[in-house]
DNA sequence: CCCTGAAACTTGATATATCAGATTTCAAAA
DNA sequence: TTTTGAAATCTGATATATCAAGTTTCAGGG
């Protein structure tokens, strides 16, 4: 079912808007990430400008990078008296649920709305974990994962929730790189990356919201122990 | 088991910093409002200087407020071209899924931290609210939802769960009052509150969860439809 | 008549200045 | 020594100015 939007098929060589970033979303990553690395810790007190002089910009992109911020709950605007970091355990704890709680209606989602392509393509992308796992190929695992749970989102046709959850993550490349290096931890994921792929390519959205909830829980809980201890 | 924090009680006369609504608050409300309400359409361009001069301010706050409607998903940003209305039906649909997702997981913490306060606050609440109920006091109804809907966040003891759901309101007062109108709607409503009710001061998050998750998707199409028709 | 491209204009992105609430300091009074 | 309160200071909140990317306009060439 073709769609005749008229629209220009994108050239590959366009340089998408939103690729260019502009320096508050450079802000905003920079400090989401010392937010959840630790290296702001929760407490910890911005002031704008020592900050902006830091960071050696203007305090207008760093204001609104903190709006962005405070708005994912990371940062605590105290009315007249400044920003503090908000992130501990519990809260990554809560980001875990929250995830949860989200990806499962976009796995319904995307049970429900597959198209051919998408099923071909989250097929695929199965078939490629697999021997990425049966190498133990960690680096392009860690990119397979983005894939597939990419092609999820793509195929629920979500925005919203698929924004949302993007604003779920508190853990970056390095410990990934640890979890994935149990090669037990990788084959069980793989085990549920499978499930969740045939849920979804036959069409049964409870399932595929039951297998992907469970399986964020427990990868996510695994994180929370990699990042956290304890 | 009291606390003894050294802390001074709260005085009742002392103000709330966060009651101090600054003037980015203000707007970002208001911007708000005049999204979901409809009076800024889905596509509209919002122009910096032209907004900020119709509301009398400057383009500081205006653009902080942006940012937050931004992580909210109201607007989207085109880099170095503009700020663009993102809401409708649709998106509106989603905001329901994340609400029923998100307050799931709140209804089963409640459930399983709720302590013997929480459980009597719970209880008076349902009490009160049959009351309202069978009165047709729709104005109290309204206001009851949300003290109950408020005591389940403050049992689960979720800080981030409650702020995200926070953000996925897209009705306001004048909704409400016209679902609330239909007595029948009430009732039903009511029984569900009284079955999430039941099922937190029982302790039984399964229940919990899934009553709440219901009832969320449930009120939560009636006001899509009552919102945007059909 | 259509294509090209440079100038004019629009507008978001960024920087800087100013204002005002909150905190701290410290000396004087109790 | 403790308390008080006013001045100094800090710092977020707001306003304004400047910069640069993107769009539009329109004259000139094909």
């Given at each position: 079912m073709e769609e005749a939007t008229g629209q220009e098929p994108r050239s590959s060589l366009a340089i998408a808007p939103e690729a260019r970033q502009s320096l508050r979303g450079h802000v905003h990553q920079q400090l989401r990430m010392a937010i959840i690395s630790g290296?702001?810790?929760?407490?910890q007190r911005l002031n704008e400008r020592l900050l902006a002089e830091e960071m050696e910009i203007s305090t207008t992109p760093l204001k609104e990078a903190l709006r962005q911020l405070e708005a994912e709950g990371l940062v605590e605007v105290l009315p007249r008296r400044g920003v503090v970091v908000r992130f501990d355990a519990s809260f990554a704890e809560e980001m875990i649920l929250a995830r949860a709680a989200l990806e499962s209606p976009i796995a319904a989602l995307a049970a429900e709305r597959v198209d051919d392509d998408g099923r071909a393509r989250l097929g695929a992308t199965v078939q490629l974990m697999r021997e990425a796992t049966e190498a133990a190929d960690i680096a392009r695992l860690i990119l397979l994962n983005e894939t597939f749970h990419g092609a999820i989102h793509a195929a629920s046709g979500s925005r919203h929730l698929t924004r949302m959850v993007a604003q779920q993550q508190f853990y970056d490349g390095s410990a990934r790189r640890v979890i994935h290096r149990d090669a037990g931890e990788s084959r069980l994921a793989f085990e549920e990356h499978k499930g969740i792929a045939e849920a979804i390519i036959a069409g049964q959205p409870q399932e595929a919201s039951a297998r992907m909830s469970a399986h964020v829980l427990r990868s996510g809980r695994l994180y929370l122990t990699a990042v956290f201890g304890r």
């Amino acid at each position: 079912m073709e769609e005749a939007t008229g629209q220009e098929p994108r050239s590959s060589l366009a340089i998408a808007p939103e690729a260019r970033q502009s320096l508050r979303g450079h802000v905003h990553q920079q400090l989401r990430m010392a937010i959840i690395s630790g290296r702001l810790p929760s407490g910890q007190r911005l002031n704008e400008r020592l900050l902006a002089e830091e960071m050696e910009i203007s305090t207008t992109p760093l204001k609104e990078a903190l709006r962005q911020l405070e708005a994912e709950g990371l940062v605590e605007v105290l009315p007249r008296r400044g920003v503090v970091v908000r992130f501990d355990a519990s809260f990554a704890e809560e980001m875990i649920l929250a995830r949860a709680a989200l990806e499962s209606p976009i796995a319904a989602l995307a049970a429900e709305r597959v198209d051919d392509d998408g099923r071909a393509r989250l097929g695929a992308t199965v078939q490629l974990m697999r021997e990425a796992t049966e190498a133990a190929d960690i680096a392009r695992l860690i990119l397979l994962n983005e894939t597939f749970h990419g092609a999820i989102h793509a195929a629920s046709g979500s925005r919203h929730l698929t924004r949302m959850v993007a604003q779920q993550q508190f853990y970056d490349g390095s410990a990934r790189r640890v979890i994935h290096r149990d090669a037990g931890e990788s084959r069980l994921a793989f085990e549920e990356h499978k499930g969740i792929a045939e849920a979804i390519i036959a069409g049964q959205p409870q399932e595929a919201s039951a297998r992907m909830s469970a399986h964020v829980l427990r990868s996510g809980r695994l994180y929370l122990t990699a990042v956290f201890g304890r």
